[in-house]
């Protein structure tokens, strides 16, 4: 089956504690980012990746990093998390981009709560 | 910068009628627009992609229009039903670094 996942689906960790979300997707897709859901601001941008090795900023970066080795994975990266980046996040693929753009899909979603 | 609002930002309506979803964004040059589904904890589904050159697109009992020169999209959802319950979200595809920006939202409820 198609799809992207994403791991861990819940997580609660402490101020400080450096963790790492992982994405993954099977459909050969070069592009690749993530997203942060939060009541009243929507979904937002952090960071995307045109294939691999390439990565670049999105609308809220600060915080975060990624890194692009393979193909299908994409991890998200929170160095040293706070309680602001508690959050919904979702990792999106899609194909190269044709000229118009290409369908995107997204995982299940991670939801994490920084105390 | 693109904004992209939903309007309205929820809808309850008896199961079995035909509506109307509705989503405007600023700036009219987009590369496509997509219609997500989202339900309350859970990923977004995929509905329908129009591209920029297309003014509509169908899937099943869902019609998604789009008119770029007024910054409109609309989602027609015929003969709903509870199922249908959701929050539907649009996003416009308009920068080279693949970003979607998302409308806020319009909350569904389909009433037995």
């Known amino acids: 089956e198609a799809q992207v996942t994403q791991n861990p689906r819940y997580l609660i960790t402490v101020t400080g504690k450096k963790l790492t979300v992982t994405c993954s997707q099977n459909?050969?897709?070069?592009?690749m980012s993530w997203y942060r859901q939060d009541p009243g601001l929507g979904l937002r941008q952090i960071y995307y990746?045109?294939?691999?090795?390439?990565?670049d900023k999105g609308d809220v970066p600060e915080g975060y990093k990624v890194s692009r080795k393979e193909k299908r994975n994409f991890p998200l990266i929170l160095e040293s998390p706070s309680p602001n980046q508690t959050s919904l996040y979702f990792c999106?693929?899609?194909?190269?981009?044709?000229?118009?753009?290409?369908?995107?899909?997204f995982g299940p979603g991670t939801r994490l709560t920084v105390l | 910068k693109q904004e992209v609002t939903q309007i309205p930002a929820a809808l309850s309506v008896p199961e079995g009628e035909n509506l109307v979803l509705n989503c405007s964004f600023t700036?009219?040059?987009?590369?496509?627009l997509q219609w997500f589904r989202q339900d309350p904890g859970k990923g977004l589904t995929s509905l329908l992609l129009?591209?920029?050159?297309?003014r509509e697109q169908t899937s099943g009992r869902l019609n998604a229009s789009l008119d770029k020169s007024s910054g409109r999209s609309t989602l027609y959802i015929a003969a709903s039903q509870p199922g249908d319950s959701a929050t539907y979200l649009c996003?416009?595809?308009?920068?080279?670094?693949?970003?979607?920006?998302f409308g806020g939202g319009t909350r569904l409820m389909v009433k037995p």
């Open positions: 999106a693929s899609s194909l190269r981009r044709s000229a118009e753009g290409n369908e995107q899909f």
């Open positions: 459909m050969n897709h070069e592009y």
């Open positions: 990746s045109m294939n691999v090795e390439v990565t």
């Open positions: 700036d009219s040059a987009i590369y496509n």
């Open positions: 129009i591209q920029s050159s297309q």
């Open positions: 996003a416009v595809l308009y920068n080279a670094g693949n970003m979607l920006t």
